[in-house]
């Protein structure tokens, strides 16, 4: 089971999906038990073989998502992940089994996506997880040098996007200042809050009504979420929420969730938010 904890975390670092991942390691475990006993035997180390099948898997994944990806409707986010929420209950599970660290900030996440399947494989694999450029070679195919230039192509674009973000209190302290702003349909705070070049994304999926392009610019982004306030099912409620290890804010409605936002704060301003609104993306979010 610590194998399989392990392989979940490269898995959704990999792929942004907490359902894809759970596929992906249930798909290598098949692999493993479908070996002829005696080739088990051969293997000297079992866990290196699951971690190469669960690599070598998503690596095929990330290049037929990029097809699946631009039949999308709307804009694609990462899977939100809840809150570990005492170790126990199914909005727990997933926070129990994947470690929430920087490397899943959604923010973090959204970098990702913007690499080639080998710079992202490479990159996670040896800096997230700290496998040598050797054993990542030999799960990508390719050379322990192409594989070096591949991780610090990605670290690149890791600092490009990387801004100087708030300490973890002062980013709280922004984004309880936003929940408590949208929930009052107070547009005058909500444009207070956000940083004037801000930018908002929501994904629907084409299962519910987001926007399909992101939203730029404070004004614009307060407006729209007054709108939504406005014409919002009664009994709806506005929550401060862990998400992804960060302070980000749920709606739900009869307590089930309805919305997830993730931010991004520089300073005492929110510059990038994520709201993600397919339902499929949250089913480990609402009590059952």
């Known amino acids: 089971m610590q194998e399989r904890r392990q392989l979940l975390n490269i898995a959704y670092r990999l792929l942004g999906s907490l359902a894809d991942a759970e596929d992906v390691v249930q798909e290598a475990y098949a692999r493993w038990y479908a070996l002829p006993p005696g080739q088990r035997d051969e293997v000297a180390a079992p866990a290196a073989w699951l971690t190469t099948v669960t690599s070598r898997i998503c690596l095929d994944l990330l290049g037929s998502a990029r097809v699946r990806r631009e039949r999308y409707v709307g804009e694609w986010i990462p899977e939100p992940l809840p809150q570990a929420a005492g170790g126990s209950g199914s909005v727990a599970d997933p926070a129990d089994r994947v470690t929430l660290d920087e490397s899943v900030g959604m923010a973090f996440l959204v970098v990702l996506e913007n690499m080639t399947p080998a710079e992202r494989v490479a990159f996670v694999l040896h800096d997230v997880f700290r496998y040598s450029f050797a054993e990542v070679g030999e799960i990508v195919g390719r050379s322990p040098g192409a594989c070096r230039q ?35 349909k107070d547009i005058e705070a909500l444009i207070g809050v956000l940083d004037p070049d801000a930018t908002a994304v929501s994904d629907g999926g084409g299962l519910v009504p987001a926007t399909l392009e992101p939203i730029a610019g404070a004004e614009q982004i307060a407006q729209g979420l007054v709108r939504i306030m406005a014409l919002a099912p009664d009994g709806m409620v506005v929550l401060e929420r862990m998400v992804n290890g960060q302070p980000g804010v749920v709606t739900e409605v009869d307590g089930v969730t309805s919305t997830v936002m993730a931010f991004e704060v520089t300073g005492d301003r929110i510059t990038r938010m994520w709201a993600v609104r397919n339902p499929e993306k949250l089913r480990t979010w609402t009590n059952g």
Request: charged share 35%; no cysteine; proline share 0%.
């Open 150 to 184: 591949l991780a610090s192509s990605a670290r690149k674009r890791i600092r490009k996007a990387r801004v100087e973000r708030g300490a973890a209190r002062r980013q709280a302290e922004v984004v309880r200042a936003f929940a408590r702003a949208w929930a009052a």
